[in-house]
């Protein structure tokens, strides 16, 4: 997708006055945060389990290179192939070629939010192919030809009433005539649509929660079995998945999977996990004939490198933006890109820039609910103010701002003139304000007062009593 | 004994918007026990730069706390995200310069927020105050995530005769104050602060207290503007008896 990050302040003046958009999140708080808190408070050892996520990641991150390896010689060794895309072009090609080869006319997909990252949809559309998405909330965002607002829950920001609509119209040619109103029928129409599309499907193509090097077993959650179908019906299955998703083992996958559900959907458990570890084999009853995995770099190897690296330690769970109470008013869609939230704002300027992506790095209050959720202990704030650490070099924040910060912290590290200095400006702010003993307007500070009061000083600087207290008592 | 020396920190918004919440965290460190001195060679804990990713300036100011507070067995402040700023993250700004490295670590293991050190470190649990009725506490967010302060304040509270907390709704979410975040995106901010002075409504306490001024400040702001009639305290002036004047924004008229 066309990056729209530079227009975050448009997005959110947008997204905060969207009535619909604005019921939608509502269902945030319920849908997510309290079901976690729910389901980590009967788990005594929920705590221990995040200090055990956060050294597998980083283990894996250690030795990337050793288990990646030892990835690609497991699913080689299950008669599957590997291929190595560095970027976003690469990934795209490698996939179009292997339809292409096999003569592919249909695609039905999975949830991959790698294939939202290299936009693989419009490419595969591009070469004449039929592109279905699967899953619930990624096939609602199809219809409406929208990208995710949520990397687990696509649709987030739609509502029932939306989604009835969209129905309604998409699937009138198909013989569905009746308006629906409730949830149950809404996903069952849709499962009734998508029914034969796994079977028409040339090409299944899904996403990775976890790539696990002992193996060489690729493993995605669902909770509507729509991955299963997608990898186990077409003829050949293409996993879409970065580099830094791989796991040493099936018993670090499942330590992970524990820590995942819990912060994703407040889950014990998702209700499929799907493995898929090659090919069909002789004797199976099913299965692909051709098994691929596409490992997307896309810049992740430079932040291994550098002051980042926490940043892949993710399991893509979702808590960070499900608890971030700016995420929680503005909408995934208001972050421009691919991936929102916290994490996103982590992320995408990584991947666009901090020219394209610098607003989302500002856009926090650094009140640290992200991190205090994140399963593998992810410092999200420290990673947000690193991104701001660079946009301050490259001087790259509104020249105001840079101007009064400047200001600011020439006169605070002269304690000397500070004091006389601001206990003049608060007499007189006082001598202003004390009537009414706060501020309708005040000049330079309409962004606060255009829709706050701005309470006056007291009196004077503390420090000015504080002195004339002392001297009193001498 | 010598009563150990206490250097307040004040902090800059305290200095200048609210001198009473120093005068009130005095009172309660001295009637604790302690010895309560100000050191003059202070301004602020430098979080706004560090926040803005200016991290040269924040060292510099970072060093000037340090040397100013070194001679003291505790420090203490009546502010989680200043007190925050100074124990999580000092030590991380001098990570390439061991000899500050040292000193910002000093500094950190002995800086304490208020209501977490008259209880944790001083083992208050009553104080005596006048002040009676129904209050609700907003949890600002470094204090309750940099520093674990949460039952603290409560626990002060509960031991004054006729207060008592009615819990609002979320009370450990964001009021939008985020230091210059409130100016650099006040929809957002605007928007966070009207959803906390819903919550606040609902919990019908005449009463808001807090132990961070800026969100104090932007929370009476959006309050007020919105003509709700909830009043607005830091926490240590209920905690001292010294909330009998005018709360946060309210004037002479």
């Known amino acids: 997708m066309q990056p729209q990050s530079h227009r975050f302040k448009q997005n959110v003046s947008v997204a905060l006055q969207d009535v619909q958009l604005q019921k939608a999140l509502e269902r945030v708080q319920e849908g997510f945060v309290d079901k976690r808190a729910a389901v980590v408070s009967t788990l005594p050892e929920f705590e221990q389990l995040r200090e055990q996520g956060k050294a597998i990641r980083n283990h894996v991150l250690d030795n990337l290179d050793f288990y990646l390896q030892r990835f690609e010689s497991q699913v080689q060794a299950r008669g599957g192939q590997v291929h190595w895309a560095e970027n976003a072009q690469?990934?795209?090609?490698?996939?179009?070629?292997?339809?292409?080869?096999?003569?592919?006319?249909?695609?039905?997909?999975?949830?991959?939010?790698i294939s939202e990252e290299i936009a693989l949809n419009d490419a595969l559309e591009a070469d004449g192919l039929d592109v279905v998405e699967s899953d619930l909330g990624e096939y609602i965002l199809q219809l409406a030809q929208e990208p995710p607002s949520h990397i687990i829950a696509p649709a987030i920001h739609k509502t029932k009433a939306q989604i009835s609509e969209l129905f309604y119209h998409a699937h009138q040619k198909l013989g569905y005539t009746r308006k629906l109103d409730t949830v149950p029928d809404l996903v069952n129409e849709a499962r009734e649509v998508l029914r034969s599309r796994y079977l028409e499907a040339d090409v299944g193509i899904t996403g990775a929660n976890f790539l696990v090097a002992e193996t060489g077993s690729n493993i995605i959650v669902t909770n509507e079995g729509n991955g299963d179908l997608s990898c186990t019906l077409p003829r050949v299955h293409i996993v879409t998945a970065s580099i830094d998703k791989v796991v040493p083992t099936l018993d670090d996958a499942s330590a992970l999977l524990r820590l995942l559900a819990r912060s994703a959907t407040g889950q014990e458990i998702t209700s499929y996990t799907t493995f898929s570890s090659g090919p069909k084999r002789a004797g199976d009853p099913d299965g692909p004939d051709e098994y691929h995995v596409v490992l997307l770099d896309n810049g992740r190897t430079e932040m291994l490198a550098g002051a980042f690296r926490d940043m892949l330690r993710c399991i893509r769970c979702g808590a960070c933006m499900n608890h971030c109470p700016v995420y929680g008013v503005i909408g995934g869609h208001s972050y421009g890109w691919v991936y929102p939230g916290p994490m996103g704002s982590v992320l995408t300027p990584n991947f666009l820039g901090l020219d394209e992506a610098g607003d989302l790095a500002n856009a926090c209050t650094m009140n640290g609910h992200c991190a205090s959720v994140c399963p593998v202990k992810i410092p999200l704030p420290d990673l947000l103010r690193e991104h701001r650490r660079r946009q301050f070099e490259r001087k790259l924040q509104p020249r105001f701002a840079r101007f009064a910060l400047a200001a600011w912290a020439t006169i605070v590290r002269r304690p000397r003139h500070y004091q006389p200095l601001m206990s003049m400006g608060i007499r007189i702010l006082n001598r202003l304000g004390r009537g009414k003993g706060r501020f309708k307007s005040l000049p330079m500070l309409g962004a606060w007062t255009q829709t706050r009061d701005l309470p006056a000083p007291q009196t004077q600087t503390f420090q000015s009593l504080w002195k004339k207290q002392r001297g009193d008592e001498r | 004994m010598n009563k150990a020396r206490i250097g307040l920190f004040v902090t800059c918004l305290v200095d200048l918007y609210r001198p009473s919440v120093a005068f009130a965290a005095i009172k309660l460190l001295e009637d604790a026990g302690y010895q309560v001195e100000v050191p003059e060679a202070q301004t602020c804990c430098g979080q706004p730069a560090f926040n803005s990713g200016d991290f040269g300036n924040t060292r510099e100011i970072a060093r000037?706390?340090?040397?100013?507070?070194?001679?003291?067995?505790?420090?203490?402040?009546?502010?989680?995200?200043c007190i925050g700023t100074i124990r999580a993250h000092y030590p991380d700004l001098f990570e390439n310069d061991p000899a500050w490295l040292a000193k910002a670590r000093d500094l950190s293991a002995k800086t304490y927020e208020l209501t977490s050190f008259l209880t944790d470190i001083a083992s208050?649990?009553?104080?005596?105050?006048?002040?009676?009725?129904?209050?609700?506490?907003?949890?600002?967010?470094?204090?309750?995530?940099?520093?674990?302060?949460?039952?603290?304040?409560?626990?002060?509270?509960?031991?004054?005769?006729?207060?008592?907390v009615n819990e609002m709704q979320h009370s450990e979410t964001c009021c939008g104050f985020g230091g210059t975040f409130c100016v650099k995106f006040p929809e957002i901010s605007t928007r966070l602060a009207s959803d906390k002075v819903d919550n606040i409504c609902d919990s019908r306490a005449p009463v808001l207290l807090g132990g961070d001024l800026g969100c104090l400040l932007n929370i009476s702001g959006r309050l007020q503007r919105l003509d709700k009639p909830v009043r607005v305290f830091h926490v240590a002036e209920v905690l001292a008896d010294m909330a009998d004047g005018a709360a946060i924004g309210e004037g002479e008229d």
């Open chain 2, 124 to 164: 208050i649990d009553t104080v005596e105050s006048s002040f009676r009725g129904e209050v609700t506490y907003h949890d600002s967010c470094s204090g309750l995530r940099e520093l674990g302060v949460k039952q603290q304040p409560r626990k002060l509270l509960d031991s004054i005769d006729g207060v008592s």
């Open chain 2, 64 to 81: 000037q706390v340090i040397d100013a507070f070194a001679d003291f067995d505790y420090v203490v402040g009546a502010s989680g995200s």
């Open chain 1, 90 to 113: 690469q990934a795209r090609d490698i996939v179009r070629d292997i339809c292409k080869r096999v003569g592919a006319k249909m695609v039905i997909k999975g949830k991959s939010m």
